[in-house]
């Protein structure tokens, strides 16, 4: 579903991300653990072309953007629209109800009529459990209700991959398992995704693979029972021993 290759950005003299390779089959969840400063989010940036990779390529389903030559503007938004991203801040319109959250990308971007939009951004917002808060406006929901928002407003773009950037840092801690749940969710319905996150829990029992990062490589990668009780790599090693 997803292959990067020879992934490299920089922000004048910095250099983010130093020669990212990742594949990523289709329906499986990767999660990326690291330090802050670590390149984490780049990478996800990169892969939505929030930011604009260096050199590199990147291929998503059957379609291919390589950066080591220049990229046609017209063949963004096309690629952009195979991945759907949830943020650590919500992101809402705030002039909005729910339910309007949600239709506004599919009627604006997509053209869809807006009855059938509205069906289906109905039952997305019953999937993560706010099928009666249609009305609601953001100021009118919890935070954890913002962000499942967000997952359903993501979905309701029907992308092939979703990429998540630490969509519970901004949650109080009792409002970061109803997020969690909804992940899980997707993750069992076989949804491609790559989550950057904190929540080793999550990681543990959602992920199919965990890479960790450092300094703009991947240093080590494997299956959550392996990182978490004998990686192999030192610097994976004394920063499990810090969050753990």
Do not use: W
């Not at 963004?76 to 109800?97: A, K």
């Not at 249609?134 to 092939?160: H, N, T, W």
């Not at 109803?178 to 029992?205: P, Q, S």
């Amino acid at each position: 579903m997803i292959s990067i290759k020879g992934l490299y950005k920089r922000f004048d003299q910095l250099e983010v991300l130093k020669g990212i390779d990742l594949e990523v089959e289709k329906g499986k969840v990767v999660v990326v653990i690291g330090p802050s400063g670590s390149g984490k989010t780049t990478l996800l940036r990169c892969l939505n072309i929030l930011e604009t990779p260096t050199s590199g390529s990147i291929e998503i389903e059957d379609q291919t953007l390589d950066f080591s030559s220049s990229v046609s503007k017209k063949a963004i938004p096309p690629f952009r629209r195979l991945t759907g991203m949830v943020f650590q801040s919500y992101n809402l319109f705030p002039h909005m109800t729910a339910l309007e959250n949600v239709m506004e990308g599919p009627i604006t971007v997509k053209k869809e009529s807006k009855e059938a939009v509205r069906k289906k951004a109905e039952q997305l917002l019953s999937k993560v459990g706010l099928g009666d808060k249609l009305d609601y406006y953001p100021f009118q929901l919890s935070g954890g209700q913002q962000q499942r928002v967000g997952i359903a407003r993501a979905l309701a773009m029907e992308p092939k991959v979703m990429l998540f950037d630490e969509p519970t840092s901004a949650l109080d801690p009792e409002l970061v398992g109803e997020v969690l749940k909804v992940m899980k969710d997707l993750a069992n319905e076989g949804m491609t995704m790559i989550v950057v996150t904190h929540e080793m829990r999550f990681a543990r029992e959602a992920a199919d693979e965990v890479i960790f990062m450092d300094g703009g490589f991947i240093v080590e990668r494997g299956k959550p029972e392996d990182m978490f009780t004998s990686p192999k790599e030192e610097r994976t090693k004394q920063f499990l021993r810090l969050i753990q």
